[in-house]
């Protein structure tokens, strides 16, 4: 069984503020790098950060500063707390596990989750 399940998104006004949480099998987190990316209507999926077994972060230039990424071993749960939120950042946004730096779009992947920022 290899399972990612994402959760916490939903509405948010511009300006505010939403974390993300992807929970993962065991088998899985313990020794894969974990991402996220979204993909906006008619747009391609793109990367947004990944962060490593042993919390190595590496981020999309043109989101760092208002995105973080952060996991916790214990829970085997990864997280992306997104600030300052712009419209232009509605998507569905995806977990992923890969091989570091999970950034060729392949391994596991979550069903991905709504944000929408609106007023």
């Known amino acids: 069984q290899v399972q990612l399940v994402e959760s916490g998104g939903g509405l948010v006004q511009p300006g505010g503020s939403l974390r993300l949480s992807c929970a993962a099998s065991?088998?899985?987190?313990?020794?894969?790098?974990m991402a996220w990316y979204r993909q906006a209507p008619g747009k391609e999926r793109e990367w947004i950060a990944s962060?490593?077994?042993?919390?190595?972060?590496v981020y999309a230039q043109s989101l760092k500063g208002r995105f973080t990424i952060s996991r916790d071993n214990a829970k085997n749960t990864v997280y992306l707390q997104m600030n300052s939120l712009k419209p232009e950042d509605t998507a569905v946004y995806y977990c992923n596990a890969d091989i570091w730096p999970a950034r060729r779009q392949q391994g596991y992947w979550g069903q991905g989750i709504q944000v929408t920022v609106s007023s």
């Open positions: 962060i490593s077994p042993v919390g190595s972060m």
């Open positions: 065991g088998s899985i987190f313990s020794i894969k790098a």
